[in-house]
């Protein structure tokens, strides 16, 4: 499966409800904030990847997203936003939506610089924030990290597209991703349901959540289980909306360990939302707590970057 036909964002920019929808949906973000949750990892795998259709891209495996909007619905869409994101044909509707249900551009820019780079996730612990498909936490995964865990704003997204990715992933963890002499899939997609068949040793080494940014840190730091902070923050897509920044910023700063790394893939500015690369850059410098590089541009169509964020005073 090729990228470009697996990432159903061909467009440069999210796609917006119509200005009501987008006025309401703001009403309701301010008025409460998402709580944040842990999901549960299922003992019966088989059920996780139940009417689950899976494609390939890259030597991983994830679930046809176009199945899940036709078969989600009720209780596996207790947050309505298949139906919502469906009906008012949008790719986010801020403080309901926030485009888990895609997998966006960037991500394979940032899991191309991985094997560039030749990023170690050997023994570290990694955190997937803003995960939607999960593909990069899966290649953390694949690289030996100690620990990985999922974070999405929707629990839908976490429950019907991130876990189900994840266990799919599990039984083939020894492959080493982009093993095509191209970089691509090595084999045909799959069609059909697939099994959990294997050990679910890998799931052992995550965790997954689900709600807003600082709610999520909240849980992290203050629960029974409370986790030491991330060697590594991966995250794609996420710098769309600069109301967020600061949200996302205080997230990295209480959760990015000492002498961790973010890398942080993103267009350089999503029209008719208003973010972008530089402006995030430019509130990570007004802030003064990380320094941030750009380590690789990609000019095709819209310019895309890749930003590696660490404290400043750091190794």
Same mark, same amino acid.
């Given at each position: 499966?090729?990228?470009?036909t697996?990432d ?28 944040a949750k ?6 019966d ?11 390939t ?11 899940v909007?036709?078969t ?10 298949? %139906?919502?994101?469906? *009906?008012s044909? =949008?790719d /986010? ?8 249900? +895609?997998i ?5 820019d ?15 612990t ?6 939607g498909a ?6 953390a ?6 620990r ?7 629990s839908?997204?976490?429950?019907e597209?991130?876990?189900?990715n994840?266990?799919?992933?599990c039984?083939?963890e ?7 002499k ?5 084999k ?11 050990s679910?040793?890998?799931l ?5 959540? %689900?709600?807003?940014? *600082?709610?999520? =840190?909240? /849980?992290l730091l ?6 030491? +902070?991330?060697d ?28 961790g ?13 208003g ?6 850059e ?5 802030k003064?707590?990380?320094r941030t590089?750009?380590v690789?541009t ?12 660490a ?5």
């Amino acid at each position: 499966k090729s990228r470009e036909t697996a990432d159903p964002a061909a467009d440069s920019s999210p796609k917006l409800p119509p200005a009501e929808h987008r006025d309401e949906a703001a009403s309701k973000k301010n008025l409460c904030v998402k709580a944040a949750k842990e999901h549960n990892i299922p003992e019966d795998l088989n059920k996780v990847l139940e009417n689950k259709v899976m494609e390939t891209v890259l030597d991983l495996s994830y679930v046809k997203l176009s199945v899940v909007e036709t078969t989600c619905s009720g209780d596996a869409d207790s947050e309505g936003i298949v %139906s919502k994101s469906v *009906s008012s044909h =949008s790719d /986010l509707i801020p403080g309901v939506y926030e485009g888990g249900l +895609k997998i966006w551009e960037c991500t394979f820019d940032l899991m191309d610089y991985f094997s560039e780079a030749e990023i170690e996730f050997t023994n570290k612990t990694v955190l997937d924030l803003g995960c939607g498909a999960g593909l990069l936490g899966i290649a953390a995964l694949r690289g030996e990290a100690a620990r990985v865990h999922f974070q999405d704003y929707n629990s839908t997204v976490i429950d019907e597209i991130t876990l189900p990715n994840v266990v799919a992933n599990c039984t083939s963890e020894g492959r080493k991703m982009g093993s095509g002499k191209d970089g691509k899939a090595s084999k045909p997609p799959s069609k059909r349901p697939k099994k959990a068949e294997g050990s679910p040793d890998v799931l052992h080494r995550c965790r997954f959540f %689900s709600g807003e940014w *600082s709610q999520v =840190s909240q /849980l992290l730091l203050n629960s029974n289980k409370p986790c030491s +902070k991330y060697d590594i923050i991966l995250t794609s897509e996420t710098i769309y909306n600069p109301d967020c920044y600061s949200a996302l910023h205080e997230t990295l700063a209480q959760l990015l360990d000492r002498n961790g790394r973010v890398y942080l893939a993103s267009k350089v500015h999503y029209f008719g939302v208003g973010g972008g690369i530089h402006l995030f850059e430019n509130f990570i410098e007004e802030k003064n707590v990380f320094r941030t590089s750009m380590v690789k541009t990609i000019d095709q169509g819209l310019q895309r970057c890749i930003m590696e964020i660490a404290f400043k005073n750091s190794c």
